[in-house]
């Protein structure tokens, strides 16, 4: 059974940086296309970037040039460096795993909350 677990979240102020971290367990990272995605209250869940197996990065352009998505497979773990974040950045932020743009499997989410 594939789980995916999120931390790293937190409450910060504009301008500040957070790193999340996603744990796979149960099937090695290697096989996986990952990405995060967030929800902000009252709003739909959006994508924010992406790294395939092969470590090919896509992000949304909102935080293109601030957050930073890579992969250690050697942890089964992926992260999100977050830096200059802004009160828009705000939301749940989800960890998905799965292959082209197909995301099977989810984590539970970590809230970032950035004060302004």
């Known amino acids: 059974q594939v789980q995916l677990v999120e931390a790293g979240g937190g409450l910060v102020q504009a301008g500040d940086s957070l790193r999340l971290s996603c744990v796979v367990s149960?099937?090695?990272?290697?096989?996986?296309?990952m990405a995060w995605f967030r929800q902000a209250p009252r709003k739909e869940r959006e994508f924010v970037a992406t790294?395939?197996?092969?470590?090919?990065?896509h992000y949304a352009d909102s935080v293109k040039g601030r957050f930073t998505i890579s992969r250690d497979n050697a942890k089964n773990t992926v992260y999100l460096q977050m830096n200059s974040l802004k009160p828009e950045d705000m939301a749940v932020y989800y960890c998905?795993?799965?292959?082209?743009?197909?995301?099977?499997?989810w984590g539970q989410g970590t809230r970032v909350t950035v004060s302004s």
């Open positions: 149960g099937r090695a990272l290697t096989g996986f296309d």
């Open positions: 998905a795993a799965g292959n082209g743009r197909l995301y099977a499997y």
């Open positions: 790294i395939t197996t092969s470590n090919s990065t």
